[in-house]
């Protein structure tokens, strides 16, 4: 079933690659259903907060009722930022299955372990690796694709004497 | 100015208590003005995501237009939790105030200290004990009345041969 939840946050994520944002998706399940989906759409929103598992995270406890996930999994395709590992214990989830690692910013394991720390009241388990490459490919695709952009604008740009800017990060 | 603007916390923190939700209030400030001001809601709201630091990042985003916050500053009555610091690191804010210490799960300074954390891309500025007893006072208040109401309730119900519940933390 870690393959089938994780592939739904997949689809998510191609929406934000879509709308030109970093491609994370993730889903929330209770009871054997989804009760919370969410992609990442910090630059459609100009929002630090519009991050996928804060979507799904809203979403959820609008289903719930309840600020308390409890007995709920999340599904994400790159482990968690700083925020997200902190609202997913803030959350009370039960669990958190991951995709890809993030070397530069995660925290599940990488930078921080958040969301296992002895110093918080609540620590959520955690699985990692599902559907990894395809997670990673996610990300390596649209960083190449935002590269070879920038290389063709700044030639354009050259060209024209002048300097532009993608508006990516 | 560091405390007249706190001030302005306060104010928001007394709000979220006559609610009934832990009295924590935030203001962002840029260029001399207030752009984004919130107050814990999670109880009233029903979702972990109803913080004090969350809801005024939302409002300041939108007055900048951006999800970069930089040049700002944040003023909040108790240390940060890891997810509203998580959210301050995300947004790139440059200056975090802070009232009260949270030694539980503070992430400036007592748990971990991500808003200042080397494995992080952006290291925000952190001055704190700024109004310190007032924010420590608001917290003490609260869960002292809170105890109390718990205390009756535990009484009443005691004489009626049933447990009560207040639906608090």
Request: with cysteine.
């Amino acid at each position: 079933m870690d393959e089938q939840w994780m592939g739904e946050a997949i689809e998510l994520a191609q929406k934000a690659a879509e709308a030109e944002d970093t491609p994370i998706g993730a889903v929330i399940v209770y009871e054997g259903r989804v009760i919370g989906r969410g992609y990442n759409k910090r630059n459609a929103l100009g929002n630090s907060l519009a991050h996928a598992e804060i979507e799904a995270i809203n979403e959820a406890a609008g289903v719930i009722g309840d600020w308390r996930l409890e007995e709920t999994t999340m599904y994400v395709t790159l482990e968690p930022c700083p925020m997200c590992a902190g609202a997913i214990v803030q959350s009370r989830m039960t669990k958190v299955v991951i995709g890809a690692m993030n070397p530069k910013a995660g925290c599940a394991v990488s930078v921080v372990n958040l969301l296992q720390h002895d110093g918080f009241n609540h620590r959520a388990e955690v699985v990692s690796g599902v559907r990894q490459e395809e997670c990673a490919n996610l990300m390596k695709t649209f960083f190449a694709k935002l590269r070879e952009r920038d290389k063709a604008a700044k030639q354009g740009g050259a060209e024209h004497g002048e300097e532009q800017s993608t508006g990516s990060n």
